[in-house]
């Protein structure tokens, strides 16, 4: 949490400075908007559930109808998996802060862009009810020695994503539409455990996730 809160320090005095300096191509945008995480497994089948995303950006202009945006977004995203037993699906909640850099090729100045480039994603550990943590999932390998919900939250800390989309809008108001792929595998700290993999099935978890999102920025 120490790091995230520098970090954001850094991007605030980063954009401060650059707002000042150059008024007409730096601009501030403050965001907020809506996810829908998806999880991509061979072994999960996992539904898509809403969440929510907002956070701060830098736009400015880079080199003829190219712009570049840099900023910060925490995310609340969520999925569900089926239980065992029961119709009451378990949901999991993944708090994350994401730091993005992308480039954006201006279709019409100031109305449509089209963005692409990394995010860095950093991940808290899954967060599921209390009521639902002995729960045995649906997808375990086995009922004798069940993998239970609580088993698998313990997920990979640092992911890196693909980010592309469409920005819309007026100069000072605009909605953006994105997609983001989770590129490594964001259940592969679960695999440092042999216990854990032993519960699998002797099998290595993997699974990659993928994220739509929806925002309204604001830029000032």
């Not at 809160?5 to 005095?13: G, R």
């Not at 000072?172 to 854990?196: A, C, P």
């Amino acid at each position: 949490m120490k790091r995230v809160i520098c970090l954001f320090s850094l991007f605030l005095a980063f954009s401060a400075n650059a707002q000042y300096g150059n008024r007409d191509s730096n601009r501030i945008g403050i965001s907020g908007g809506l996810t829908q995480m998806s999880v991509f497994s061979d072994q999960f089948n996992a539904k898509p559930e809403s969440g929510w995303t907002g956070g701060f950006s830098l736009r400015g202009n880079y080199y003829n109808d190219w712009q570049m945006a840099f900023g910060m977004n925490f995310t609340e995203s969520n999925f569900s998996l089926a239980p065992l037993f029961g119709t009451k699906d378990i949901n999991y909640k993944l708090s994350a802060v994401q730091i993005f850099l992308t480039g954006s090729y201006m279709i019409i100045e100031n109305h449509l862009t089209f963005e692409i480039g990394p995010v860095l994603q950093i991940n808290g550990k899954l967060a599921i009810d209390k009521e639902d943590e002995s729960t045995i999932l649906k997808d375990s390998p086995s009922i004798i020695n069940p993998l239970l919900a609580k088993d698998i939250v313990d997920v990979t800390k640092i992911n890196g994503n693909l980010y592309a989309g469409v920005t819309a809008g007026i100069k000072n108001l605009r909605l953006h539409v994105s997609y983001q792929y989770g590129v490594n595998n964001f259940m592969n700290n679960l695999n440092k455990s042999d216990d854990l993999k032993l519960l699998n099935g002797d099998k290595k978890f993997k699974a990659n996730y993928g994220i739509l999102s929806g925002m309204i920025t604001v830029y000032l």
